[in-house]
């Protein structure tokens, strides 16, 4: 079972699919084009979980997963970046070095 995880900007979606134990298989930048990210994932096999967070207009991001028999995971974008420590609770965003 493949993870595959979306991060959904404005005009367009970065998409990473890793192995469950975190070996990097895909990394791709898909345009918003009607079908575009159901092609991406026909790659994969179907029934796969796929996270994509709940922000802006993700509703049609939603119909292409499922449209790709793939199972959507709707993850809350606040409390993912909290987690993994990008926005303090009190302060707002904090910069992230690299």
Not at 2 to 9: C, E, G, N, Q
Not at 53 to 67: L, P
Request: aromatic share 8%; net charge positive.
């Amino acid at each position: 079972m493949k993870i595959i995880a979306f991060d959904s900007h404005r005009r367009y979606t970065l998409a990473r699919v890793e192995t469950p134990d975190g070996q990097l298989l895909r990394e791709e930048r898909i345009n918003h084009c009607r079908g575009d990210i159901a092609r991406f994932l026909s790659a994969f096999e179907t029934g796969c979980s796929v996270a994509v967070e709940t922000i802006g207009n993700w509703y049609w991001i939603v119909d292409e997963i499922e449209q790709a028999q793939m199972i959507p995971r709707l993850v809350h974008a606040r409390k993912a970046k909290l987690m993994l420590g990008s926005i303090s609770a009190n302060c707002g965003p904090t910069p992230i070095t690299i």
